[in-house]
T-cell receptor
Framework: GAGVSQSPRYKVAKRGQDVALRCDPI?????LFWYQQALGQGPEFLTY????????KSGLPSDRFFAERPEGSVSTLKIQRTQQEDSAVYLC??????????????FGPGTRLLVL | KQEVTQIPAALSVPEGENLVLNCSFT??????LQWFRQDPGKGLTSLLL?????REQTSGRLNASLDKSSGRSTLYIAASQPGDSATYLC????????????FGTGTRLQVFP
């Protein structure tokens, strides 16, 4: 596709439910990032993949959050036993090279998660 | 810990005005700084990227400056238009071998006709 796509665009979950958020990066992009954006805040880094390797997961807020990119393309962010504080927009971004450095990150439209 | 702050949080102006959005960061040891635009329900779009060795970048009606030593960047929008209405975010990258963009909280801009 022409850009980064994410699905679903909106997700309403009951507290305690597990959710899975999908990201399709730009074809051929090596690097993939997940960010969490709370209402009225800037995005905060969650995790980074270089191909299928998760090189940095320091931003994941708890062990309820798990991300994978098994074939180095599509990535899934899974949140187990969702809590109300997990409500946010989850943004995925990709960039062409191994290290972002001076590379532009291309962002998807995000998945808006609401936990009731 | 790097903290990025943007002022003002919100701005509403009539069409045609020239605008300045401010971004400040606490740690001057950055690799680059980017300005993004975020439209409701859409992802972020990169507007300008300034390397730490540069002082400014220009694209059309947009001009971004960087004063690394004082920890500040400004985004100047000339002759604002209603289509400029969006949230503007600045983000810094600490070094070449880290990929964590650290974002500010954004400035929500509304330009009315």
């Amino acid at each position: 596709g022409a850009g980064v796509s994410q699905s679903p665009r909106y997700k309403v979950a009951k507290r305690g439910q597990d959710v899975a958020l999908r990201c399709d990066p730009i074809s051929g992009h090596v690097s993939l990032f997940w960010y969490q954006q709370a209402l009225g805040q800037g995005p905060e880094f969650l995790t980074y993949f270089q191909n299928e390797a998760q090189l940095d997961k320091s931003g994941l807020p708890s062990d309820r959050f798990f991300a994978e990119r098994p074939e180095g393309s599509v990535s899934t962010l899974k949140i187990q036993r969702t809590q109300q504080e997990d409500s946010a927009v989850y943004l995925c971004a990709s960039s062409l090279e191994e290290l972002a450095g001076g590379e532009t990150q291309y962002f998807g439209p995000g998945t808006r998660l609401l936990v009731l | 810990k790097q903290e990025v702050t943007q002022i003002p949080a919100a701005l509403s102006v009539p069409e045609g005005e020239n605008l300045v959005l401010n971004c400040s960061f606490t740690d001057s040891a950055i690799y680059n700084l980017q300005w993004f635009r975020q439209d409701p329900g859409k992802g972020l779009t990169s507007l300008l990227l300034i390397q730490s060795s540069q002082r400014e970048q220009t694209s059309g009606r947009l001009n971004a400056s960087l004063d690394k030593s004082s920890g500040r960047s400004t985004l100047y929008i000339a002759a604002s238009q209603p289509g400029d209405s969006a949230t503007y975010l600045c983000a810094v990258l600490r070094s070449y071998n880290t990929d964590k963009l650290i974002f500010g909280t954004g400035t929500r801009l509304q330009v009315f006709p």
